[in-house]
C-alpha cells in the first residue's frame, strides 16, 4: 500500500563513506524529486527526474549523485560524506512532469547522520 | 526566480479556535498552482489543500481554507476549529509549467489543550 518508499529510514555514517538511500514509489508517475531538509527544517530541492531523465539539478555539490533505474525508482549516492550532510533527505513523485496542479506525495524520509 | 516566504517560523493556537498562516510568493510564471502542506512530527509530508491561480474562488478543504490574493501574491490558509492533530509544521508551495516547486521555510503550528 506504500506510495512512495525510502530505504534506510535512519543512516548513521563516518565522514568520508560512500552511502546510498533508494527510493520507489508505487503510483505510476512520471517524474520523482530528491529534498533536503536540514536542522532548521528548510525544504529545497535537489533533483527532479521525469521517466528517468534529469530534469532538474539544483546547485548540489557534484559528491550527490542521483540515479534513476526506471521511472519507479530514484537513487541517490553520496560520495565522501561530510558533517554538513547530515539532514532528512526527502523523495517525492507526481504524476507528470509540465503539470503544475499535481500534487506531490512524499517518502517518509531518511534521516541521514554524518559523524 | 521564484520565491516562498513564510513570514511566521512558529505560530501557536488554542484547541477548538481559528489560526492563520501567512503566505506570499513571487514567480513570473502565468500558470501556476499554489499548495498548503503539511509535515506532522512523524515527518511525512502530505497535502492540505492547493489552488490554482486561475480561479478566483478560495479553495476549501473541510476546516481548511485559503484567502487566496492573487495581486498582492498572497495564499494564506486558515484552520478552522483547530484540533491537537493539527500540530505540524505547514510549507507553503509554488508550482509551475516548468515543473519547478519551490517551498517556503514552514511554519511551526502547535495547537495547545
Known amino acids: 500500500d506504500t506510495a512512495v518508499s525510502q530505504t534506510p529510514k535512519y543512516l548513521v555514517t563516518q565522514m568520508g563513506n560512500d552511502k546510498s538511500i533508494k527510493c520507489e514509489q508505487n503510483?505510476?508517475?512520471?517524474?520523482m524529486y530528491w529534498y533536503k531538509q536540514d536542522s532548521k527544517k528548510f525544504l529545497k530541492i535537489m533533483f527532479s527526474?521525469?521517466?528517468?531523465?534529469?530534469?532538474i539539478n539544483e546547485t548540489v555539490p557534484n559528491r550527490f549523485s542521483p540515479k534513476s533505474p526506471d521511472k519507479a525508482h530514484l537513487n541517490l549516492h553520496i560520495n565522501s560524506l561530510e558533517l554538513g550532510d547530515s539532514a532528512v533527505y526527502f523523495c517525492?513523485?507526481?504524476?507528470?512532469?509540465?503539470?503544475?496542479?499535481?500534487?506531490?506525495?512524499f517518502g517518509p524520509g531518511t534521516r541521514l547522520l554524518v559523524l | 526566480a521564484q520565491t516562498v516566504t513564510q513570514s511566521q517560523p512558529e505560530m501557536s493556537v488554542q484547541e477548538a479556535e481559528t489560526v492563520t498562516l501567512s503566505c506570499t510568493y513571487d514567480?513570473?510564471?502565468?500558470?501556476?498552482?499554489l499548495f498548503w502542506y503539511k509535515q506532522p512530527p512523524s515527518r511525512q509530508m502530505i497535502l492540505v489543500i492547493r489552488?490554482?491561480?486561475?480561479?478566483?474562488q478560495n479553495a476549501t478543504e473541510n476546516r481548511f481554507s485559503v484567502n487566496f490574493q492573487k495581486a498582492a501574491k498572497s495564499f494564506s490558509l486558515k484552520i478552522s476549529d483547530s484540533q491537537l492533530g493539527d500540530t505540524a509544521m505547514y510549507f507553503c508551495?509554488?508550482?509551475?509549467?516548468?515543473?519547478?516547486?519551490?517551498f517556503g521555510d514552514g511554519t511551526t503550528l502547535t495547537v495547545k489543550p
Open positions: 517525492a513523485s507526481s504524476q507528470a512532469r509540465d503539470a503544475p496542479e499535481e500534487t506531490q506525495y
Open positions: 503510483l505510476g508517475h512520471d517524474t
Open positions: 527526474y521525469n521517466n528517468k531523465e534529469l530534469i
Open positions: 514567480t513570473s510564471e502565468s500558470n501556476y498552482y
Open positions: 489552488q490554482e491561480a486561475y480561479k478566483q
Open positions: 508551495a509554488v508550482n509551475t509549467n516548468a515543473g519547478k516547486s519551490t
